[in-house]
T-cell receptor, first 113, second 112 residues
Framework: DAGVIQSPRHEVTEMGQEVTLRCKPI?????LFWYRQTMMRGLELLIY????????DSGMPEDRFSAKMPNASFSTLKIQPSEPRDSAVYFC???????????FGPGTRLLVL | GQQVMQIPQYQHVQEGEDFTTYCNSS?????IQWYKQRPGGHPVFLIQ?????EVKKQKRLTFQFGEAKKNSSLHITATQTTDVGTYFC????????????FGTGTRLTVIP
């Protein structure tokens, strides 16, 4: 298996622009997680899905952030409008059984100018 | 909320020396996981500990879960340059909430 796939790998945008991050989980994994990593706050869970249904989005920082999972092989994390403080590495992860053994994607390095 | 402290924050060792990182929680844990993240890379799952006092080994890595299930350690024997990276613990507490809280990580540098 190719593992978790994320795109783009790098994104540079200007404040106010919409940003869409994409993730393809490992086939057969029922759980998908979105994390954000910064030097100041470390690795934070934003939202997770089980069988394409959002279960807990309490980690989503603001209404500017939204996530969808239209099918078992695709998820998006959207930031609209983006702000400089959103600059971070965004990781997608998937797993077979909830919070056990998560497989992380390579991440999207986002820079908002 | 869940408080997870990892110490030390940074560690520089000479190649061949041992290394230990500690993870401490303010609450009793359901389980604890350890991840390794290479510079510029993504977290990679290493192991999960569930039982009180559990000890697991992976080659030169030894993982231990405290008797009270509030702390854990990762010990690397005879470090190699390939061990470079940041080691994170991630905890699931016993409140019943589905979540995973990552520690602040210990960044290991191995000097050849």
């Amino acid at each position: 298996d190719a593992g978790v796939i994320q795109s783009p790998r790098h994104e540079v945008t200007e404040m106010g622009q919409e940003v869409t991050l994409r993730c393809k989980p490992i086939s057969g994994h029922d759980y998908l997680f979105w994390y954000r990593q910064t030097m100041m706050r470390g690795l934070e869970l934003l939202i997770y899905f089980n069988n394409n249904v959002p279960i807990d989005d309490s980690g989503m920082p603001e209404d500017r952030f939204s996530a969808k999972m239209p099918n078992a092989s695709f998820s998006t994390l959207k930031i609209q409008p983006s702000e400089p403080r959103d600059s971070a590495v965004y990781f997608c992860a998937s797993s077979l059984r909830g919070f056990e053994t998560q497989y992380f994607g390579p991440g999207t390095r986002l820079l908002v100018l | 909320g869940q408080q997870v402290m990892q110490i030390p924050q940074y560690q520089h060792v000479q190649e061949g020396e041992d290394f230990t990182t500690y993870c401490n929680s303010s609450t009793t844990l359901s389980n604890i996981q350890w991840y390794k993240q290479r510079p510029g890379g993504h977290p990679v799952f290493l192991i999960q500990l569930v039982k009180s006092g559990e000890v697991k080994k992976q080659k030169r890595l030894t993982f231990q879960f405290g008797e009270a299930k509030k702390n854990s350690s990762l010990h690397i024997t005879a470090t190699q340059t390939t061990d470079v990276g940041t080691y994170f613990c991630a905890v699931n507490d016993q409140t019943g909430a589905n979540n995973l809280f990552f520690g602040t990580g210990t960044r290991l540098t191995v000097i050849p």
